[in-house]
């Protein structure tokens, strides 16, 4: 299948969930179902670094709050700006951050990435609560409108809509670098860099570009949640909770292909949100860590991979 | 004497004190990843780990916290050579260190932190003993022995495993290790064996470097997160593997910390150690001792 | 005419240890140089500095009559330069043809002349594994080749990248008498359309029956650059390999 059936077929999928979502009309489902979609968008973007060139992320948090507080900046200097604009901005703004980490850290080893990444949340979340204007330590409120525009009903039937057009965008985005030559020059330099290199592969570009599509996306993930929360202060923007379920969902799913980011978001946020109701929000968040150990020491190829290696 | 002056002084000397310290956060990753190249970020859940042993042995059982870490100190060693036991098998041994290692121990650290939430909460906790509160006066310098005394525990453990190292049977071994494995396979040794014991350590340290932090400062589950980039960028700084390097990249970032905090304000101190971690990776990837 | 590589003054150190020490050595268009030392005299350190893959210290490296010194080691591949690594680095999560995929996609194609496109890849990449006699792994991961079959792999990427200077490095070693001549006919054939070679080799049965000329590494020198019969018979190559 090319990119735009894929695309279209994803359209149709995503169509067919807001179209029950608007049906069934009820508020909480819009609220956990964002949550789930906001996952996929953040493991697929991990994905792209993570899983297709071996570059381990664990600065979602910083990507992810940068763009949440690109929109705060943004709704405080011009508070009427749609949000799909504040989303490409908050994208552009991670990307650019992505770019430079990436361009001091990746002509080195692997490690010196994943650890500068570490690094960074800490120190953008130390420039968010020393900034006065958003809100520093005391946080940000913001106003969410009671209507939505252009469809009507609630507003967090916007915010999931919204969502779910990134999420095409995403996944659309993932398949076609895995089809790609880009993808190959990925699937390269996960393997051995040395020779990529030699195979005339430009292995840092080709990291730079997976680095800024990732933060990017990770950044527009982002720009909606002061929206959703409506009260964004730096510890729950820079929460671990984000970091710890985007890279553990694509590893228990599996890293290989799109469809790992989806089945993990899916079941591991579905089990978390059935946990939070049913036991308790504390023990929710420690299933994705241990979900995560689990699944790289017993199955490191992931749910996807252990279905095609049964069916090999 | 000038104020400012006075005030400097002051940031200096608990500067340096405070990186003393750090010597202590940072030696078991100098040698998990200096050593044995086992990228664990997830020592700093460790050390919370070891803070939270010292302050229910002390609440509890009123016992000294500094002593609580020394008893922990084989727990602790068990512990890690079992960490160290599930990593080789799930990824060392299937050459697959970088995305599912680095992985394995986020997740690590992020049970850590949870579960250290679950039981104890997040409000902040501290320890009492006798040395907590009063100071040394030297003339125009206060050495206030909540930070002098973890100074000189942290210098003793330096110290001593550095000893270890450099003049017992197996310290030898594991420079050798960190070394070349092969020439230490030929020599008929066990490298897993020996990086067994070498995690083991490493994480042992762990237990005192808590103790040592909750005498210092209150403590909350999450603040672990914050010696990440701190612990990682001494280690890169003094140059991996190397003790000396180590403790003087302590030191170093503990002054331009405690001068940052003292004229910037504290909130700003966490960043610090990303510029320097940023600036080494990208100027001088080998550390200030390194070629 | 200028030579095709130009190698002048040429040093590589490893910390305190001197792995190549002042080489010179020019090599012509066309031309099928044999490469020898004893193990550790330097031969794959060389490759390494020639193509990027190492950084060397001193001396300079000119390929077509340009300075290579700065270039990363992909450049070099686009520039036509290729080698094959004599402790093979397939590509492990990629099947046997997607490995040569990837010099097809970011080395032919990236020079803009002639590059090819979804089948004609595919077809280059079946042509070029039935070259090395891999037709039939051509979905297999490498995983599951032995050595020996790895090191046929890596020559047939190294043939994917369409260069021309080629560096076979060890590509023979282990291999049986009939596979032996397949390779040496393979390398005949690649340099008849006008492909230079240089070849590095232990088996001397090979290296002699390829070779036009015989350059020998010894310790990090050059001690002897010759015609094959003559350099055999010099002295000190005698004396390097056989002991005093
Ligand atoms: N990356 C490296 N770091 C340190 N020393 C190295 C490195 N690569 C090679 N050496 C050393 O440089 C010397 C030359 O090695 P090289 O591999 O070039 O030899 P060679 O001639 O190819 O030998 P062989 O015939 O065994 O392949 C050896 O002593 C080797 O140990
Ligand atoms: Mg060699």
């Known amino acids: 299948m090319g990119s735009v059936p894929f695309a279209l077929a994803l359209v149709c999928v995503a169509a067919a969930l807001f179209a029950v979502g608007r049906w069934l009309n009820i508020s909480y489902a819009f609220f956990a179902a964002y949550v789930v979609v906001q996952y996929i968008v953040l493991g697929t973007a991990w994905n792209i670094l993570g899983g297709y060139t071996g570059y381990v992320n664990f600065g979602i948090t910083a990507f992810f709050a940068l763009g949440a507080y690109s929109s705060v900046v943004l709704y405080k200097l011009v508070p009427s700006l749609p949000l799909p604009i504040m989303m490409v901005v908050g994208g552009i703004v991670a990307g650019l951050v992505g770019l430079g980490t990436g361009y001091l850290t990746l002509r080195l080893r692997g490690v010196f990435f994943s650890i500068a990444t570490l690094a960074l949340a800490v120190v953008v979340q130390t420039l968010i609560t020393n900034w006065d204007f958003v809100g520093g330590a005391r946080g940000a409120y913001v106003l969410r409108p009671r209507v939505a525009p252009l469809i009507g009903g609630d507003y967090i039937q916007y915010l999931f809509l919204l969502m779910l057009g990134l999420c095409v965008i995403a996944l659309t985005t993932a398949r076609a670098i895995e089809h790609s030559a880009l993808g190959y020059g990925f699937a390269a330099i996960r393997d051995d860099e040395g020779a990529a290199e030699a195979s005339g592969v430009p292995t840092l570009r080709l990291k730079l570009i997976a680095t800024v599509l990732s933060g990017g996306f990770m950044g527009m993930a982002g720009a909606p949640l002061p929206y959703y929360v409506t009260y964004l202060d730096p510890s729950s923007g820079f929460s671990l909770n984000y970091a710890v379920n985007a890279i553990a969902m694509p590893l228990i799913g599996g890293t290989s292909s799109w469809l790992g980011p989806v089945v993990g978001a899916v079941l591991v946020g579905g089990l978390q949100e059935y946990i939070r109701v049913t036991i308790s929000s504390a023990v929710n968040v420690l299933v994705a860590g241990v979900l995560l150990v689990v699944f790289v020491v017993l199955a490191p190829e992931g749910i996807v991979g252990l279905f095609r290696r049964r069916r090999r | 004497m000038d104020a400012s002056l006075d005030l400097l002084l002051n940031a200096v000397i608990s500067g340096l004190l405070l990186g003393g310290f750090y010597a202590a956060v940072s030696i078991g990753v100098a040698i998990s990843f200096g050593m044995l190249d086992i990228v664990n970020i997830a020592h700093p859940g460790f050390i919370l780990l070891g803070s939270y042993v010292a302050y229910f042995a002390n609440t509890v059982l009123g016992m000294d916290p500094i002593l609580a ?87 003793v453990m330096v110290v001593g495993l550095q000893l270890f190292l450099s003049r017992s049977f197996l310290g030898r071994a594991i420079e050798a290790v960190a070394q070349d494995q092969l020439a230490l396979r030929l020599m008929a040794a066990n490298p897993t064996r020996i990086k067994r014991v070498a995690f083991g350590l490493s994480f042992a340290t762990a237990a005192i470097a808590g103790a040592i932090l909750i005498i210092i400062q209150p403590v909350e589950p999450s603040i672990g997160r914050e010696y990440i980039g701190r612990v990682f960028a001494i280690c890169v700084l003094g140059g991996l593997g190397s003790f000396s390097g180590m403790v003087i990249a302590a030191v170093t970032l503990g002054v331009v910390e405690s001068l940052t905090a003292t004229f910037f304000g504290p909130s700003w101190a966490p960043a610090v150690s990303f510029g320097v971690l940023l600036v080494t990776l990208a100027v001088r990837p080998s550390g200030i001792l390194g070629r | 005419m200028t030579p095709l590589l130009q190698i002048s003054g040429l040093g590589k150190r490893f910390g305190g240890f001197t792995a190549l ?13 044999g490469l020898i030392g004893p193990n550790g005299s330097g031969k794959s350190t060389l490759v390494n500095c020639i193509c990027g893959t190492l950084r060397h210290d001193l001396g300079s490296v000119r390929f077509g009559g340009k300075p290579l010194d700065g270039l990363a080691a992909h450049q070099r591949t686009r520039g036509g330069l290729a080698r094959s690594f004599q402790l093979p680095r397939p590509f492990g999560t990629l099947s046997l043809a997607e490995n040569l995929r990837i010099p097809i996609l970011y080395a032919v194609n990236a020079r803009g002349e002639g590059g090819l496109a979804g089948p004609a890849i595919d077809a280059r990449c079946r042509d070029l594994l039935a070259e090395v006699g891999l037709a039939d792994k051509a979905h297999r ?22 260069p021309k200077l080629l560096f076979a490095d060890e590509v023979m070693a282990g291999l049986s008498h009939a596979e032996i001549d397949e390779i040496i006919a393979l390398l005949f054939r690649l340099n008849g359309q006008g492909v230079t070679v240089i070849m590095i080799e232990h088996i001397m049965r090979a290296v002699m029956q390829f070779s036009q000329r015989l350059a020998v590494l010894v310790a990090g020198r050059k001690i002897a650059d010759g015609k094959p019969a003559d350099v055999v018979r010099d002295a000190e190559v005698v004396r390097a390999y056989l002991g005093e």
């Open chain 3, 141 to 162: 991961l490498p995983r599951d080749l032995t050595q020996i079959e790895m090191r046929k792999l890596e020559l047939a990427r190294a043939m994917a990248a369409q």
């Open chain 3, 21 to 33: 020490q002042a080489i010179d050595l020019d090599v012509q268009e066309g031309e099928r140089l």
């Open chain 2, 69 to 155: 870490a020394v008893i922990a100190l084989p727990a602790f060693y068990a512990l890690g050579a079992l960490v160290y036991q599930i990593y080789y098998i799930a990824f060392e041994r299937r050459q697959d260190q970088s995305l599912g290692g680095l992985s394995f121990f986020f997740g690590l650290l992020f049970i850590t932190e949870v579960g250290l939430v679950l039981i104890f909460g997040v409000d902040y906790r501290l320890v009492q003993a006798r040395y907590i509160g009063p100071s040394l006066n030297l003339g125009w310098v206060e050495l206030p022995l909540r930070l002098f005394v973890p100074f000189l525990v942290s210098m």
